[in-house]
Structures are given as C-alpha cells and as structure tokens.
C-alpha cells in the first residue's frame, strides 16, 4: 500500500508526453486551422498541459464546471418538467458539438476547438430559454442590459470557481473569442483583445464560424422533431417547408413501410446529413477560392464557412417557418409568458432588498449590485427559478 500510493506522488517519469504529443496530435491540420501550440494563451499563463492540446484542456475544463451540469434543467424551448425526451440546453450543446465536429474533420480544422466552443456557447444562457433572456435584459435594461453570449464569457472568466489560481476557467482566446458570437459596440470596446474583432470588422477562426452554423443546424432540426413529438406541430404542415419535404418524400421512397415517429426520425436524420454536406462542400470551395494560408488570413477574409444559396434560403424558410408555428405557438407563449413572471418577480424582490440574496450575491457598492442579481439568475436552472419563485412568495414555503 506504501509502495502504491509513493508511486502515485512521483513526478512523471518522463516528459515526452507533452510537446511531441501536441505536434503529433495536431499534424493533420490544415495550414488555415487554430493551432493550440500557437493560440494567443490564456488570461492567468500556466504550463503546457501533458499529453493532450491546451484546446483539449479547454475542452474539458467546460465538461467539469458548474455551469456545464446545469445545462441538463435548462429549457431549450420546452420547460424542463414538460417531458423527458424533449431537448434541453444540455442535449442541445452535445449536438452542436456532433455536427460541428463532423464539419471540422472534414475541412481538417481544429475538432478540439470546435468542441471547445460548442460544449460552451450556451453556458450563460438563463431560465427558461430565449423568454427568461428577454426577461432579464429588461430587467437589466438600466444596468447595460444582459446578453446571454456576453454571460456565457462572463462564466469562463470570472463566476466558475473551481481552481485555486484563477477565477473562472482560464480559457485559451481562441476558445473565449468563439464563445463571444456577437456583441455590441460599446461592449467590445471594453473587453480588449477580445472585443477587438467587432470593432475593426474581421473575422473570428473558422472554428468559431463552424460552431456557429453547427448551433443553427442542430436547433433548426432538434426544434421540429420536438414540435412533432409535442403535437404543436403537424407534418401536413411541414409540407410547406422545402428542405423538409424534400427528405420526407425521399424517406418515404426508400422507405415505404415507415411512419410515425420512425418517419420523423429517419427524416431528420437526412436533412441534418444534408445540411451539413452542404456545408462541407460550400465552405471548401470557399477556402479553395480565398486559399488563407493562416488564421491571420481566416480573419481578414470574408465568412468562409457557409451553405450555398439554395440550402441557405431552404434554411431560412425552415426557420421563418418555426418563428411562425413553433416559438410564437399559444402554448409556448403562454409558458412565456409565466417565465418572464418569475424572472421578473425575483429580479425586482433582490432588487428591493438585495438580503433576500444568498451569501455571495450581496454587493458591498450598490452600483454593482444589479449585475450580481443577474449573476444569481442567470445561473439557475428552471425548476430552481421556480422553487425560489415559491420560496420568497408562498406563505407556506421555506
Ligand atoms: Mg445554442
């Protein structure tokens, strides 16, 4: 027992794990893709990690934290106690990451990275979906509003706490710069470096631009099988949708014997296969046209990574068509509807007397004060808003 646990305390035997490994793993990248052994580094520098990319360690620093588990009670557009098979933030953010990983393997760019970025896009996303983002920001609106991608920043660099040298995560720029989708003007300007690119019009890695378009791929299709599933939407009405009638006839073709749920699964397999060749096949033939040789030279060009005219107005018809019937449908709005009660309700009660707030939230400069109520509401889930709603207005609660 000595024996093992002195083995265990010993320093590693030998360092070839670590730079040779990090080469190795990243050789097959093309001359365009974010490089770990070149990233712009992290906040609070730290040694290279042994035996995997400092994009891996990013990687899985997201998987590890806080925020990442909450994730599983987040409503994507279904309130998490609706039902057990409908998307949550969590599911969502591991299909994001699927597709965008796919899409980078084939154009030989950076899969670590994309996974990175994808694992964490959502991760300061609030309550109840976009209805309690609204809710909030209105709330904030005197305090410099709340966005949740700026949040979601705010996560990795400053609210997660579990390391012993640093706030937050400490993640490389690259990864940071992908999580930070948009922000406005006034915002970049005070975030430094990283603000940098929405000040001077450039363009983030193509990473960042996968993880982006992988995100609309996975919410376009997981949004229609749910709707499906809920019966807030019908198949005769997807009839109308190009990009899903197309794949739901050929189903039916090679298929005849299907239907129900199988038919619906077997279709949005295909227009997710679809979509992601797409893709592939317009975003090569864009790095073909504008052959970057660097990331400096992703930056300066324009998007490359892309659908082609005809799958992109197919897409955009897909989701004008679940703005229309899914996201402004009765009963999604009045779920709405309640979210922006409960946001509301909790943000005006701390607001009131901030110690109501749990250890941690109280302000010691009321200036701030606003922003950590933020803090506090965005990182809860859905059924925790709604227990703490019930705690500090229900006379029978504790
Ligand atoms: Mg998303």
């Known amino acids: 027992m000595g024996a093992l646990s002195g083995e265990r305390c010993d320093e590693p035997s030998s360092s070839a794990l670590s730079a040779p490994t990090v080469e190795m793993l990243e050789a097959h990248l093309a001359p365009y893709a974010a490089r770990s052994s070149s990233s712009r580094g992290r906040r609070y520098p730290e040694p290279p990690p042994l035996a995997r990319t400092e994009f891996q360690r990013d990687r899985d620093r997201i998987v590890h934290s806080t925020a990442f588990r909450r994730l599983e009670y987040k409503t994507q557009v279904f309130v998490n106690h609706e039902g057990d098979l409908f998307r949550t933030r969590l599911t969502h953010s591991l299909e994001v990451a699927q597709i965008a990983r796919s899409v980078a393997r084939n154009l030989r760019v950076n899969e670590d990275l994309v996974e990175a ?131 739901f006839c050929e189903a039916k073709r090679v298929h005849p014997q299907l239907d129900g749920r199988r038919l619906v699964h077997e279709t949005v397999r295909r227009v997710i296969n679809t979509l992601i060749v797409d893709l592939i096949d317009t975003t090569r033939a864009n790095l073909a046209e504008y052959a970057p040789d660097s990331l400096e030279a992703v930056r300066a060009a324009p998007p490359l990574v892309a659908h082609s005219d005809i799958v992109a107005a197919q897409a955009a018809e897909l989701k004008r068509f679940l703005f229309r019937n899914l996201y402004r449908h009765y009963r999604v709005m009045r779920m709405a509807n309640k979210a922006r009660r409960v946001i509301t309700g909790l943000f005006e009660a701390f607001s009131e007397d901030p110690r109501l707030l749990p250890p941690g939230y109280i302000a010691d400069d009321p200036a701030v004060q606003p922003r950590l109520i933020a803090h506090y509401i965005a990182g809860m889930t859905d059924r925790y808003a709604l227990k703490e709603y019930q705690r500090l207005f229900l006379i029978s609660e504790n």
């Open 117 to 247: 970025i994808s694992l964490a896009h959502d991760l300061g996303h609030t309550p109840f979906g976009h209805a309690g983002q609204d809710a909030l920001n209105d709330c904030m609106r005197d305090y410099g509003g709340f966005e949740h991608n700026r949040q979601s920043l705010a996560v990795v660099d400053e609210l997660e706490a579990h390391y012993g040298a640093f706030d937050g995560l400490n993640l490389c720029f690259e990864t940071r710069e992908g999580i930070l989708k948009h922000c406005s003007r006034e915002t970049a300007r005070k975030l430094g470096e990283l603000g940098e690119r929405f000040l001077s019009g450039k363009r983030p890695s193509l990473e960042a631009q996968i993880a982006n378009i992988a995100d609309e791929i996975a919410y376009n299709n997981h949004d229609v099988d749910d709707g499906l599933r809920s019966g807030l939407l019908t198949i005769e009405q997807l009839a109308g949708v190009e990009l899903w009638q197309i794949q």
